[in-house]
């Protein structure tokens, strides 16, 4: 408890004192945001020209087209797909492309969204689980562990902004012949060793939905250097692609085979060329009231920073701390909130966090659409999943206290939740 003969501004707000931050702090959505006449202006062009399906258009004036060729600028790629439904629908296109399927185990960490492991689902693989350290992204040691001679894949996720141990990763693929797919769903933008995510691996998934950096409202994108991961990929997001292929021979060199609808339209691309020129400043300021706040607050001796794989690279979205024991960071996030800085612990929620594996209930259950089981049926092994079954990612996560970031947040936003956490620091870790 705190000590009740503290005073005035020393007195914690949940003990009665004044809260160290009095204004609302500016919500942690990004790109929707931002949301303006350019990006109305872009919208109402494709309206009004009436050709809304990208195939109607030339690849030349397509907003699709050119979303495509701006990734694959952007993350210096050979090829980019645009796909109308999101992070899921990139990951399973990507998947598809890289040749994984039925029965094939795919390691993930057991800190993702929980469409990281739905991904595989659906095209029949099986998801491995492995532990996240404190950086929150896959463990490299851990995945190593995890590996059988049925591991097809790795799928390291950039979570949060922060990107995940590539060079350690990579290591393990190329030793062990494995594909990697980089889930960049929460880290657009993010770069790691002076390269985008997206662009380390054999491809990469990005997402474009509401509360990512920048928004479509729904879609995302594939990335590859691999032409048949490409054209894989292609053909799995549009079920009858062969026939908007222009005649030749090389459109008829594209292997077929029946696919889904994952098509984006002309008014998500325009939406997010647009926010897409927004992306820059977002991260600029996102980054540097990360680092700020970081400068602030890491000589607080009962916290330990986040590490970072590649601190210059991370997206700033997240502030990230951890305490020594579960106990303490849930006593020290119900004090930092009444001091008026949203936070967030595997306590918090009000519904059960389908980021933490252990809340994947379709997947915890091997629960299936299909009346023969699949694709469970189609493991080469008897796989269980149990909720404890990563007792580092559970402990990582339980001793971790996350604070989102806002591009709108002003230098004194950014003073304020020093000051409230250095408050906090003080009455419980007076020693430290």
Known sequence: MADVTLRGSDLLAIDGGEKAVQRPLPGSLHGVTEIGDEEIAAVTKVLRRKTI??????????????????????????????VGGGGTCALVAALVGLGIGSGDEVIVPGYTYVATAAACLSVGAIPILAEVDESLTISAADLERRITPFTRAIIPVHMRGSVADMAGI??????????????????????????????????????????????????????TNDLNVYRRAAMKHDSALQFWQKSGADAASWETFAG???????????????????????????????????????????????????????????????????????????????????????????????????AWDYVMEKRTHDHTGWPWTAAHRDIEYKADMLPQTLDVLGRCISISLSQHWTSQDIDEVASAISKVHAALHSNA
């Open 260 to 358: 889904e609808n994952y098509r984006m339209d002309e008014m998500r691309a325009a939406l997010a060329l647009a926010q897409f020129a927004r992306m820059p400043g977002i991260l600029e300021k996102c980054r540097s009231a990360k680092k700020r706040l970081i400068e602030r607050t890491s000589h607080l001796g009962a916290l330990m920073q986040q590490p970072m794989y590649d601190a210059a690279g991370d997206c700033g979205i997240t502030y990230a701390i951890f305490l020594k024991g579960a106990a303490g960071a849930r006593r020290f996030s119900e004090c930092l909130a009444a001091e008026g800085v949203p936070n967030a612990t595997i306590y918090n929620k009000m519904i059960p966090d389908r980021h933490i594996y252990s």
């Open 170 to 223: 990579m290591d393990v693929a190329e030793r062990h012949n494995l594909k990697v797919l980089e889930d960049c769903a929460q880290a657009n933008g993010a770069e790691y060793q002076s390269r985008r995510v997206g662009s380390l691996g054999h491809a990469g998934a990005f997402s474009m939905q509401h509360y990512k950096m920048i928004t479509a409202g729904e879609g995302g994108m594939v990335t």
């Open 53 to 82: 399906w990208r195939f109607l258009n030339d690849p030349a004036i397509s907003e699709s087209a050119e979303l495509e060729r701006t990734y694959q600028r952007f993350c210096d790629v050979k090829h980019a797909l645009a």
